[in-house]
């Protein structure tokens, strides 16, 4: 397997456009000519599907809840990045670029971000003449805010519901590309394997959702949009269907699979309840921008917050972090707040959680103002753990959230598999070892809706291809093993339920594999996860059938997928040894408690080969170079 | 606590349903009422019993999939809130409680309590878009749009799709949905030169879909957890009777180009 | 005129003609309540009221009469379609239903419907064309030789029964314009958004006037006030 990142040369603020140029183009009369499969339906999935057809190429669009609506993208709340520079505060796309390439711990590909950097522009252009009704100032122009720690004004937000509305006008799309013919759309449906014919993606294998039946489609490219995988945790910020298996088994048919290491966790969410807990709950990270986070200083201090004197509690963000405070980075305020717990000083029922208190803005601002920026976050707040933050400090501990690794793409968003393209978050992306707060979106729809519809044009435009007949017995085996993998999956009538099982896989992940990751433990899960998948296909149970809804199936296919999936992130975690954004491993760090980056051996891209199964990945390195931004330690003192 | 659920079972589209009675024990205070089902859930996988099938993703009140009625009410007592964000310290302990998936005869049940919400996607294809392709538009700030404005729109496009208007609607209409998607729309400058055309293709499809009219009775706004404002229904009606009474004129002018 | 054709085959296209067949109607009862207050005033007064709609604009009259046949076919009609409509979009019904926040009037429509129609058959058939005549004076006539409506509706009020089906048709009238009036603005689109669009004070306003107005004849005659 060889990486070609195959960036253009020139300065690096002309390489897209001279790519642009230098791509092959496919003759309009002769789109129509082409079908595309793109799966998934989220802001990357859904731009890339209606783009594509406003260009004549035949999409097949595919998700697996009932509407493309309803893509995992819709629950973004936060807001997305964009260099428009509308208050003047000095932003630029150099800058954008500057940021995000700082902001993911240099490891990266420069060429990469710039170009996310200078299409954030078109994205808001295009999203506002679409009608998503960003939120503005009296002047009737688009309002602004700072997010997540930047230093400029350039998030773009509609309410707390960007993601949301964002989505909404991406479907909007790809419902009216549905109507003109240009879409066939596949809703609950699921892709269960990618087919290869002649070395060249051409298809994939999917099982209706709802009649549980197992077919092929047949493409001339095929494009995967199918967002993150922090589900391996079990309980993250995801949604509960969000999974990794389309990238799973094209990685399993030659894709590599990068940095699966790097996983973001937020600091913002509501703690767990109990052992029903089924999913995390995001609380905007705005919430930091005027509360302020504290524990106890003393250990075991059950006393109720109010009781509490000043002089007791530690506001150990604004302590040790004195110029960022409260908005240091998500992945220093996580790590942070895993320390004061492991020091047994956190709060809350299990003692996992900390305080992030408005008492002192509800003093300076008054009870109204706080309302008007966080009533709902508030509001949501209460309803799930019926405590309300006006009189009580909420208590946030950190979840998993974004999963930045992703299978490797060069330059034109292409795998290591010809033909096969992958868009947004399920792509190793251009957030290297951390993204920045609203630069997730601002990727997905830079992917769909500016990049993936030119470059798929430079592939089909300068490869012959030929016609797949459905028969094609390349077609046909890769059905049979999907059907032979769901009957054995049926069939092994144990004990245990899936949930019980990923619930099990998620907590040693999140113990050996989340916020902070040692040699030692690292190695303890890479015993556990085989042992427990052993027994996962051993004593698994599915009630019911395959030839109908069957949702215990759907999340045993899921399931199966992440334990392999877990095993590699721990290798991918292990062979780092190095601490670089979402990653630290407590073996390098400064004396206080920094990460620690080795430039000198780990600044590559670790993407990894699968080579079957029982056998060792092999890895390859992507080299980074940093030609623009010069490698320099985070600091945030 | 505990509780008593009578829950709608049904194996597919075509076949009879039935309530089958369950328990449920030691349900805690903060669990949410789809982790409730969760748990009961696992009860029955581990008796060798079919789970209750119902749609959910996101749980946290905005993907718009999740939704049922409980004692009659569509998403639970609770207003404003979906129901994964239902929790279960809205109930108390011996409650017994009556759970039927959303009904409509555009919403046939797939199973148990999931059920077909294609219909809104084909409403949404008839019209609910702005018909600019991706490319190059004008700068977004090019067309300032009064503050006043956008909020209006902004709070028609909070809908999330749930179908919970529909299933609380005593005709089955689908008009707080459809109305909310014309008036996001048709509210902006950017949705302006379809307006009139949209509202009456999404309405017209709307009746293809076998939703019944709307009587206003107000069931809706009530059930939705966005609570959008049957405001907007009056909106659709304007908009689609200026449509229909100018629909001459657009065909005129659409014959001579 | 294909466009009336898409409106009328429309379901807002329906309910807009229910609409404006409605406000019709409020238009015509608030009229004739008018008038049937004159009852208080006297014999001659009222008498003379029921002469003049038939004197100089009996013409007018027809005119009247046939818009608002039109308007309670075309009402009575759409109605029934529409009813049909909401049945079929929920063949399967729930075996629970809480109504939250829907008002008993607005659930009442239909059947108050029912009986309104069969009020308005009966009201013409016993004052306007005396085919039901349960006093038995609908031909005397007054002193001056004018037709006795005055003497018909006092006589027919003395009557219990007469006076319990008024009242109660009455009383649904009233739900019926509390629902009515103010959705028939919505319906029309013209109503203005609101904080809370579920409150409806005119509306109230015309059902009480509506309401009270027309039960004050019977029970004027009951209390012997309109004798
Ligand atoms: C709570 C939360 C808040 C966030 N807030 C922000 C924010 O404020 N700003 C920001 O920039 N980012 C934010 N993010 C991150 C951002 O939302 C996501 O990274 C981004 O939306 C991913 O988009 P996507 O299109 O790549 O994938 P998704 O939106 O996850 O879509 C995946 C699609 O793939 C389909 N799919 C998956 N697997 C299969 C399969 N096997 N077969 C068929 N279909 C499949 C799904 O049906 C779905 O349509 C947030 C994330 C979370 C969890
Ligand atoms: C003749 C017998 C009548 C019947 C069967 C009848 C039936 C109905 C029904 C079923 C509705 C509700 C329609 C819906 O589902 O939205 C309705 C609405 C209405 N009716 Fe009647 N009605 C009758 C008489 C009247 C009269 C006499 C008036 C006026 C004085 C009237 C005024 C209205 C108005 C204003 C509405 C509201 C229309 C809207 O919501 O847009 N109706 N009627
Ligand atoms: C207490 C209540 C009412 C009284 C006392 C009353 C009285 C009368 C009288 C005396 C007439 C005959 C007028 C004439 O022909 O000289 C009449 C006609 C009529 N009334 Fe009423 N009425 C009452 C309520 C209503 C209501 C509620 C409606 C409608 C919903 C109504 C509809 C009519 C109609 C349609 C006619 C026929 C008008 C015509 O074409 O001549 N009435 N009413
Ligand atoms: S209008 Fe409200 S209830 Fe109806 S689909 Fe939208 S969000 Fe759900
Ligand atoms: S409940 Fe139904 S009748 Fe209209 S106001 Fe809502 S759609
Ligand atoms: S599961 Fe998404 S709204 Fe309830």
Redesign the pocket.
Known sequence: MELKSRVPDGPVAEKWEKHKFDMKLVNPANKRKYTVIVVGSGLAGASAAASMSELGYNVKNFCFQDSPRRAHSIAAQGGINAAKNYPNDGDSVWRLFYDTVKGGDFRSREANVYRLAQVSVNIIDQCVAQGVPFAREYGGLLANRSFGGAQVSRTFYARGQTGQQLLLGAYQALEKEIARGGVTMYPRTEMLDLIIVNGRARGIVVRNLVTGKIESHIADAVVLGTGGYGNVFFLSTNAKGSNVTAAWRAHKRGAAFANPCYTQIHPTCIPVSGDHQSKLTLMSESLRNDGRVWVPKKAGDTRPPNQIPDAERDYYLERKYPSFGNLSPRDIASRAAKEVCDEGRGVGPGGRGVYLDFADAIKRLGREQIAERYGNLFEMYERITDENPYEVPMRIYPAVHYTMGGLWVDYNLMSTIPGLHVIGEANFSDHGANRLGASALMQGLADGYFIIPLTIGDYLGSNKLAPVSPDHPDVKAAEAEVVERTMRLLSINGKRSVTSFHRELGKIMWEYCGMARSADGLKHALQEIPKLREEFWRNLTIPGSGEELNQSLEHAGRVADFFELAELMCLDALHREESCGGHFRVEHQTPDGEARRNDEKFAYVAAWEYRGDGQAPVLHKEPLEFENVHLATRSYK | MNLILHVWRQAGAGTAGRFERYEARDVSADMSFLEMLDVVNEGLIAGGQEPIAFDHDCREGICGMCGMMINGVAHGPMTMTTTCQLHMRSFSDGDELWIEPWRARAFHVVKDLVVDRSAFDRIIQAGGFVSVNTGAPQDANAIPVPKQVADDAMDAAACIGCGACVAACPNGSASLFTAAKISHLGLLPQGQPERYRRALKMAAQMDLEDFG????FGECQEACPKGISIDFIARMNHDYLRAAASEREEKKLAGTG | MTWLVNLYRSTIGK?II??VT??I??A??IGHMIGNLQAFVGQDRFDAYAAFLHGPFAEALWVVRVVLVVA?VL??LM?WQ??QR?RAARPVGYRKREPQVSTWASRT??WG??L??VF?VFHILHFTVGAIDPAGVFHNTDAMGRHDSYGDVVASFRIWWVSAFYIVAMAF?GL??Y???W??LR?LGVAHPSEHPMKRRISAVIAIVVWLGFTLVPLGVIAGIVH
Do not use: E, Q
């Open positions: 009219h709307c009587t206003l | 309910k229910m609409a409605g406000l109607g409020i015509f009862v309670v009402h009575v109605a529409l009813t909401a429509m239909r419907g029912v309104l129609f308005i009238l019926h314009l629902h009515g009036a959705s028939s319906t």
